[in-house]
């Protein structure tokens, strides 16, 4: 694996930094595609990224330092402060919340600000799982199957052969992902879509992790999933029958 890409005047440059920001520009991208088919300017794609990289990074931070603070008793700002502990659920949570104040700051309607970015999540958010597998992050239990991978220099490192489960999470995402984008003209609520389809994803994902049991035999991350999953069923069905307050485009 490779978790240091290079040194940038002796600032080590890692491969899951480079990836989390790939992942943050083609979010970008597909985000401001989706506002040109709702007759929205593109360029705002690029306002509702600085939210979300913010909002993003802060939330994950905060939830990885008051987490881990509370599981081990480390200082709070010091686990604040470290270059670890970028967690998806924390940035999904700071990052929802920032993006949702911009949507008003900058009056847009915010739910089809959801349904761009919803068709965007899925990719972004694989990249960030390919930037885990090359730092040897977040990897699942030991197995003897064919795909098998050992990560020497991991975090943690191993030298046993365990499932790439960030790599079974790259191929779920990517096909949330497409599956969002063909129903992006036809979903009652998108955003509550990418959220249950995210969380099944995680959900049985997480059987092959390594991740301690918190209650009745699911792990932190099941939990916070089946919460998600709630979430965005709850969503769907609530927006079902309304219709969005703008209108798609009819190109495509």
């Known amino acids: 694996m490779y978790p240091i890409l290079f040194h940038f005047f002796g600032f080590p440059i890692s491969t ?4 989390m920001a790939v ?39 905060l939830y990885f330092a008051i ?33 949702t104040w911009a949507t008003h700051i900058h009056r847009v309607p915010t739910r089809v600000v959801a349904s761009c970015v919803a068709t965007a999540a899925p990719f972004g958010q694989a ?38 489960t960030q790599l079974y999470e790259v191929a779920w995402l990517l096909l949330v992902g497409a599956l969002l984008w063909r129903r992006r003209r036809t979903s009652p609520f998108l955003f509550g879509e990418y959220l249950a389809a995210a969380a099944v994803g995680r959900f049985a994902i997480e059987f092959l992790r390594i991740n301690n ?26 927006f079902r029958g309304r219709p969005e307050p703008l209108s798609l485009a009819s190109t495509a």
């Open 67 to 99: 987490d881990e603070s509370l599981r081990s008793g480390q200082a709070f700002m010091t686990l604040l402060l470290s270059r670890a502990g970028i967690t998806w659920y924390g940035g999904l949570i700071g990052g929802t919340l920032l993006v």
């Open 213 to 238: 049991p918190l209650a009745l035999g699911f792990t932190q991350p099941q939990w916070i999933a089946i919460g998600l999953l709630t979430i965005g069923l709850s969503g769907w069905l609530y």
């Open 23 to 61: 992942g943050f520009l083609l979010s970008s991208w597909i985000v401001a595609r989706r506002l040109g088919e709702y007759g929205l300017d593109p360029e705002l794609s690029s306002t509702i990224l600085i939210y979300a990289m913010i909002g993003g990074v802060l939330g994950s931070k």
């Open 127 to 164: 990249c960030g799982r390919i930037g885990c597998f090359l730092v040897g992050d977040d990897y699942g239990r030991p197995t003897d199957l064919p795909w098998g991978i050992a990560f020497p220099k991991g975090a943690p490192p191993t030298e046993l052969t365990v499932h790439p």
């Open 16 to 19: 899951f930094g480079v990836m």
